[in-house]
């Protein structure tokens, strides 16, 4: 009888696996607040301010999603259109003095750049030296992690602190704007496609005696699982702000005026910000690098990979193996059944997942300022 159940059991998980398309779910880490994680975001559903984000009003969830069922699409209609579909958006975390983010990015087919080494501008980080309402363009410190001509585009600007006592930390105005840029070499984003894209960012020590910054912040960027920017020799701020912590993230797609090449949308899914590098998600091979539209076969071979999955485990009832080696093929939780599909595929398990120039708004003044990009001219 309990064979029978645990039988029952299989097929029904291999039902909804089947039924899934075997796809890449949101993985636990992902969601939960697993050490060093600040707060994470899988876009399954519209209801983003029930989760603690702030400042946007409407978000649209679709399919097509790099792990579970959505994600959030930003749309530029047309060229003389700002971003619609969804709102930028905001999120507070814990202060820290280091800060690290992951999320999945999908550009559209026939994506096109700004055509200047500016814009678009994606996700920032601000800190505890502006208020939760303050416009990234203008601000002590501000971060952005953004695709710009290709290459992953980390960057920092500081224009707030022009009439503080040691001044600028990233270089002359120039138009009224600065900003310190740290691009990879390499052109690495292509359209129609998922690309995971993070960030480690620490802020620089002080010699407070000296009245004076270590050259020691960092700043880190992976695309795809690749380091692409590594600098450990950074300034990030002065002693003008000795107790200066990140403790506000913003998403805010943004083309400047006349920058916007032709209609097109992004879409984001699967973020997360903590205070450690966070890594890709945890998926078999052949789902890491997904594209929107599926590869022909790639679902049959997800297919098969979960039958051989049952069916091995089935073989061993039928033939009564011993309890141990049941055991071993015990049908995992249904959460785990990534790592069914990996163990049938010969145990070539993926890695353990390590632990805005904002348009006019009314609600919040603040962000009513006009964006512009670190070191933009005017
Ligand atoms: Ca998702």
Redesign the pocket.
Known sequence: MREFVVLMQMIGLGLVLLASGGAAQ?HPQARASAEGILFSE???DADLASRGWYDGASFRIVGE???????IEYEWPDRQSDVKGSSPVRHLFEPTDEVSIRFYLKLSKGWGWSGQNFHPHLTHFLTTENPKWHSPAASHLTLYIEPVGGKLRLAAQDIQNKDRPHGLTQGPLKGGYNGTFYDSQAALFKDDQWHCIEAYFRLNTLDLRNDRPNRDGIVRGWCDGKLVVEHTDVVLRSTDFPTMKFNQFLMAPYFGPGLLPHAQKLWI??LAVGTKRIGPLALPKNERKRTGKREKGQAGKRTGAILQSLTRPLAALLERRSPAVESAARPAAAHDHLAIASRASGGRAAPAARPACIRRRRRSPASSARRRPPGARS
């Not at 999603?65 to 994600?71: L, S, Y």
């Open positions: 949101p899988s876009f399954e999603a790099m792990a579970g069922k959505g994600c899914d699967e």
